[in-house]
């Protein structure tokens, strides 16, 4: 990535007369001429990357710079896919809600828990609806409830203002179970099972 490639001095960019330079195994090879440190890269098939400029004198590496860049955009995917699915979403309910808008409601907070979000479940009071909490603590237990296959509270309901509010969060996916059924049928069919005596197999002077 271009960042990468203004953070880091490669090859010819270096233009100091000695660095301390570390191997391509981390291993410390001390402080040598920068046209020596050149060399030794040429000659492994490295590169030679200054990771601390700062330093005096700057301190490089030898590695596979297009490797190590194509490590560090694979990190930087997996730090932005991480943060996404750290995001909270949030669903509101109202006191007063019906059974198809609840469940309309429950399907988008399901949704969100199978993306892998945090969900912040937000039931609204109006007026005087505020002077009875159990209402809204009612809805946020069905809500746990209907949703106990996928995600679970995290920790009790808080009052904010006129909200009530419940974070629920998704449940690690369970380790595949082996088929049981299948295993009893392969280790029934795997047992040998008698056969009665044909008239070929019976005594000769029977």
């Keep these: ?20 330079l570390i191997g391509g195994e981390g291993e410390q090879i001390g402080i040598i001429d920068t046209r020596d440190a050149m060399n030794m890269a040429r000659e492994k098939g490295l590169d030679l990357v200054m990771v601390s400029p700062q330093a005096v004198p700057p301190v490089c590496r030898l590695l596979d710079y297009g490797r190590f860049r194509y490590e560090q955009q694979q990190n930087e995917k997996e730090n932005r896919k991480r943060v996404r699915s750290q995001e909270v979403k949030a669903i509101k309910f109202r006191v007063k809600i019906d059974d ?3 469940n ?9 828990l199978e993306e892998g ?25 069905r809500v746990a409830e209907t949703l106990a296959d996928i995600g679970a509270p995290e920790g009790t309901p808080s009052m904010m203002g006129m909200d009530m ?20 049928e392969k280790a029934q069919s795997a047992d040998p099972v008698p056969s009665p005596a044909t008239p070929a197999e019976a005594p000769a002077n029977a």
């Design 100 to 102: 198809h808008d609840f």
């Design 1 to 20: 990535m271009i960042n990468i490639a203004k953070e880091h001095k490669v090859n010819e960019q270096i233009r100091v007369r000695q660095i301390r």
């Design 104 to 112: 309309t409601k429950a399907g988008h907070v399901r949704r969100f």
């Design 165 to 184: 509010n419940m974070i629920m969060a998704p449940k690690q996916a369970p380790a595949p179970k082996k088929e049981r059924g299948d295993d009893g």
């Design 117 to 141: 979000h945090k969900v912040k479940v937000t039931i609204m009071f109006r007026g005087r609806e505020r002077t009875h909490p159990e209402l809204g603590e009612r809805i946020l237990v």
